[in-house]
């Protein structure tokens, strides 16, 4: 009968295509992508590290690993992925915590606080039916789409067919150690351009929220698990952030490049030229603090 | 919402469901539930117009009866300019009073007039264009004894807003849609094969063609300056592709969906870069808009002057594509797009003899190979060329656009396509499904079959659901290029 | 008004002697016929037969057969 059939290829396509997702979320977990696949795969050597920094693209390219490791003597792995906020560094606490990895200390970079999701959130995604995912209030936001994501795990595949799709295939068959802009440390970092294309911008002044419940969240996490934790504000190019409150665990290094344009790549990061100034610095005031 | 969305795919499963489970007792409940489902996809979009459109149905639906029940031709003909005319002005105030209007001031303002004129914030209905239009032919056809007037309400409302063709077309006939309607729909088996495959090959040109090719495009045509001239002729090409599997997918998938509740609408493109002449570019082009203009504006035109000789026929035509352009929109670059076309024809007029050159020559009975090829690369070549025009901004952006291709001091350097990695991987997804498409739909053209014939096996479908896994761009999904139309 | 009137006035327009109609022939049967010929085919067949067609009588043929009932009608009516 004409129904049995297209029902019958219509159950073997979403087979198919189950498998498939499942497959490629497989793959994916195993590789070494992105931060967030490092985070499945990478177990051992995160457990291994005393400190763990958290952060968007500020915390990606402020750090050289080499020199904090030197000061500081302890090992030092960077977590920081770009385009991720605080939302998703929440996420990734929890999915850390769950696979017994507890740091020292952790180093959170915040550079704003927007609300919603980020744009990178996509690369954690093949954790979509993981606990912590579901847990975290990503239901919130959790439209058609995730429920959709959930039932046709290829949908996300096909979506982020760029991102995700592409790099776990190469990682599958061609680099199973490929890193999409980072080294072995976690680290990636920005050239020294010209101050020409650097926008100056006006002196800015921005104010983050001590009180933020995402931030909360974090703290309480860490303290739960016996874990110092950091707050970093990284140098910006005329902009200087302050918060509304600030019970000491703020290290706030927004404005201490000023506008020196040789220091950065552009008005939010700091080049290769900062980035070594800036983690001799940085170190000074950890090492106080540890 | 948009024929690639996830909404859409969820009202089209309830649709379908409750169109053929529940409501298919009789045609009339058939209609009622589209006409609703209809209304419903409407307002989705702006349900603050669904009056206006109630109140044109309902217009035109009354108009076309008294046009039927009246003896007198001249009484017709009254009824019938009175009905057109209202339509036409309904459509010319939403569309193009501020348009005009501004025009007319920059001009005035050009001759050192500053008239103080308030532009009204005219908001622009959706699917005006269309439906205004199945109006006017629904009256043109009565007036004209093709059809007689319907008495169904219902039906009448159905064949102007029934969602698979309400957004951006095919222009449908009452000729053709109306009887369809009469009767009581049956699924049959190749309805729903044939339109399956054509919704999903509709959808994979859509979303692996036109939504890829259209980032790359997007960049190029906000920064002409930029790109080398072999980059801005690629970028006119990729342009042409992607609106060609922009629109053809759209309508592929808006036919396949009328296939699924055994409704069939008209064939709108037909394999149209493969043609040797313009003539034969427009009979495959757009083909609901172009018999449109054909039968309701350069047929009249050209039998007023059939007695001017060769010139009166040129002049309906360049006529009908000054119309065609402003249809496209209300913008001068859209004019100047259609008033080229209009010139294309031109040569076809120019040497000795009252009559039309021959168009054909050898092209119909085969012809060389070269020969055909290198008549589809001139007319695709004139094609890309308007299409600069469609594309721009401004009439002089297209200008700039061609200067910037021949006046550049970069002839061949490509690295701005690829200025980062995603852009050059959308790119190369663009390219490869572009390829994909053509060649399997020169195929199709070769052994005269149609798209709904193309994925005729499960095996065949399995394919293409894989190909759009692999190289669609569902991310930054690019609105359907005529739906502001 | 037969068919072997007509038939060269047809591939006389047309430019093809190849052409060859019957009733039924419409214009989607053949390539040549297009709107643009089918005008000149209309001021060529009122010329040879000194008629004039009425807008309404053009726009309601949908074959050859249509064409031959109308040049018929105004022949007679001379």
């Avoid at chain 2, 939403?94 to 348009?99: C, L, S």
């Avoid at chain 2, 008033?339 to 024809?345: I, S």
């Avoid at chain 2, 991987?425 to 498409?437: C, E, F, P, R, Y």
């Amino acid at each position: 009968m004409l129904a049995k059939r297209w029902l019958v290829f219509a159950i073997v396509v979403y087979v198919l295509q189950f498998a498939i997702g499942q497959i490629l979320d497989y793959s994916f977990l195993k590789s070494e992508i992105y931060k967030s696949a490092v985070i499945n795969s990478q177990v051992e050597k995160l457990t291994n590290s005393d400190i763990l920094i958290f952060g968007g693209s500020n915390g990606l390219v402020s750090f050289d690993n080499r020199i904090l490791e030197e000061r500081t003597h302890k090992e030092v792995y960077n977590l920081s992925e770009d385009d991720t906020n605080l939302k998703l560094h929440l996420l990734q606490l929890k999915l850390i915590l769950n696979r017994g990895i507890k740091p020292e200390r952790i180093i959170l970079v915040i550079g704003s606080m927007e609300e919603g999701l980020s744009r990178n959130f996509l690369r954690y995604l093949p954790y979509l039916s993981h606990d912590e995912f579901v847990n975290n209030d990503f239901q919130k936001f959790s439209k058609l789409e995730f429920q959709a994501f959930k039932i046709f795990p290829i949908f996300k595949w096909a979506k982020y067919n760029n991102d995700l799709l592409y790099p776990t295939l190469y990682s599958m068959f061609l680099n199973k150690n490929y890193h999409h802009r980072f080294d072995t440390n976690g680290d990636y970092e920005y050239p020294v351009v010209s101050a020409e294309t650097m926008e100056n911008g006006i002196n800015q002044k921005v104010e983050l929220n001590y009180l933020d419940s995402n931030l909360l969240e974090f703290k309480n996490l860490c303290l739960q698990n016996g874990i110092a934790l950091s707050i970093v504000n990284t140098p910006f190019l005329n902009k200087e952030i302050t918060w509304n409150e600030d019970r000491g665990d703020v290290m706030n290094f927004s404005s201490v490049f000023g506008s020196n344009t040789n220091l950065f790549y552009d008005a939010a990061h700091i080049n290769k030229n900062g980035k070594l100034l800036f983690s001799n610095i940085f170190a000074d005031s950890l090492i106080k603090v540890m | 919402m948009l024929f690639n969305s996830l909404a859409f795919l969820i009202f089209l499963v309830v649709a379908l469901f409750l169109h053929w489970i529940v409501f298919s007792k009789t045609a009339k409940w058939q209609n009622l539930f589209l006409l609703a489902a209809s209304f419903g996809f409407y307002s989705f979009w702006d349900w603050r117009f669904l009056f206006l459109l109630l109140f044109s149905i309902s217009f035109v639906f009354l108009i076309g009866i008294r046009i039927d029940k009246t003896e007198s031709e001249k009484a017709r003909r009254v009824w019938m300019i009175f009905g057109v005319f209202t339509s036409i002005g309904i459509l010319f105030f939403f569309k193009y009073y501020n348009f005009f209007l501004s025009s007319f001031l920059d001009f005035a303002e050009s001759f050192g007039l500053k008239l103080e004129v308030r532009l009204w914030k005219i908001i622009l209905p959706i699917a005006i264009s269309f439906y205004t239009f199945h109006g006017i032919s629904y009256l043109l056809d009565i007036y004209h004894k093709k059809i007689k007037s319907t008495s169904s309400w219902l039906n009448y409302a159905l064949f102007v807003s029934y969602f698979p063709l309400l957004v951006a077309g095919p222009i449908e006939r009452a000729t053709h849609l109306l009887p369809q309607l009469k009767d009581k729909r049956r699924l049959k088996a190749s309805d729903v094969s044939e339109g399956i495959s054509l919704i999903l090959w509709g959808f994979f040109k859509k979303v692996a063609v036109a939504d890829s090719l259209g980032s790359v495009v997007n960049l190029v045509f906000e920064n002409t300056g930029n790109y080398s001239s072999v980059g801005l002729v690629l970028a006119a090409v990729m342009f042409a592709v992607q609106i060609y599997a922009d629109f053809s997918g759209y309508t592929d998938i808006a036919r396949g969906v009328s296939r699924l509740f055994g409704i069939e609408l008209l064939l709108n493109f037909n394999f149209p870069f493969f043609s040797r002449s313009i003539t034969e570019f427009w009979s495959r082009w757009h083909i609901s808009l172009s018999s449109f203009l054909n039968d309701y504006v350069f047929l009249p035109l050209a039998l007023f002057f059939r007695n001017r000789g060769k010139w009166g026929i040129y002049f309906s035509i360049f006529l009908t594509f000054l119309i065609s352009g402003f249809w496209h929109g209300a913008g001068w670059n859209y004019v100047f797009w259609g008033v080229l076309h209009g010139l294309f024809y031109l040569p076809y007029f120019l040497g000795k003899g009252k009559k039309l050159k021959s168009i054909y020559g050898n092209k119909i009975k085969g012809g060389s190979w070269i020969g055909n090829l290198l008549s589809r690369l001139s007319v695709f070549g004139l094609v890309v060329c308007a299409m600069i025009f469609f594309r721009s901004e401004t009439i002089q952006a297209g200008f700039t656009y061609f200067g910037n291709i021949f006046f550049n001091s970069k002839w061949l350097a490509l690295n701005e396509f690829i200025k980062t990695g995603t852009h050059a991987v959308i790119l190369i997804k663009g390219i490869l499904a572009s390829l994909i498409v053509l060649s399997m739909e020169y195929l199709l053209f070769r052994s005269n079959s149609r798209v709904e014939n193309l994925l005729n096996s499960k095996l065949k479908i399995l394919g293409v659901l894989l190909l759009l896994f692999v190289l669609g761009s569902f991310e930054n999904s690019i609105e359907f290029i005529y739906f502001q139309f | 008004m037969t068919i072997e009137k007509l038939t060269p006035i047809f591939r006389d327009v047309f430019e093809n002697e190849e052409i060859d109609i019957n009733l039924e022939t419409k214009a989607s049967d053949i390539e040549e016929w297009d709107s643009i010929n089918h005008i000149y085919l209309i001021v060529e067949i009122e010329k040879i037969f000194k008629i004039k067609f009425t807008t309404l009588q053009i726009q309601k043929w949908e074959n050859v057969n249509d064409i031959i009932t109308d040049i018929d009608k105004l022949v007679n009516a001379i």
